[in-house]
């Protein structure tokens, strides 16, 4: 069983920047994609960002340019740098882990909040 602990989220105001960090822990687990996912209120959960453990990223064309997604795979860890952040980002983020036997993981999301 994989845990995953979200920390980074916050209030900032419009153009600030935020970093997620998001560690995954447990034994016997093989880490395939890990990324992260957004959930506005009255919307979707929806993609922002993935690494995989080649080092492959994939960005929602609505982040693309701000937010830059990394990994630490000694620390089993992702993270999310996200600069010139808008009001339309505020949401709930998500880290999210798929492991090597094809199980999804979620962490229980954090508020991140874009306002003057």
């Known amino acids: 069983q994989l845990r995953l602990v979200e920390s980074g989220g916050g209030l900032v105001q419009p153009g600030g920047s935020l970093r997620l960090s998001c560690a995954a822990s447990g034994s016997g687990f093989g880490i395939n994609?890990?990324?992260w996912y957004r959930q506005?209120?009255?919307?979707?959960?929806?993609?922002?960002?993935?690494?995989?453990?080649s080092g492959s990223t994939n960005y929602a064309d609505s982040v693309k340019g701000r937010f830059t997604i990394s990994g630490d795979a000694a620390k089993n860890t992702v993270y999310l740098q996200m600069n010139s952040l808008q009001r339309e980002d505020t949401a709930v983020y998500y880290c999210n882990v798929h492991?090597?036997?094809?199980?999804?993981y979620w962490g229980q999301?954090?508020?991140v909040t874009v306002s003057s």
Do not use: Y
Request: charge should be neutral.
């Open 33 to 35: 994609i890990m990324g």
């Open 40 to 53: 506005a209120p009255g919307k979707e959960r929806e993609l922002s960002a993935r690494i995989t453990t």
């Open 99 to 104: 492991d090597n036997w094809g199980h999804v």
């Open 109 to 111: 999301g954090t508020q």
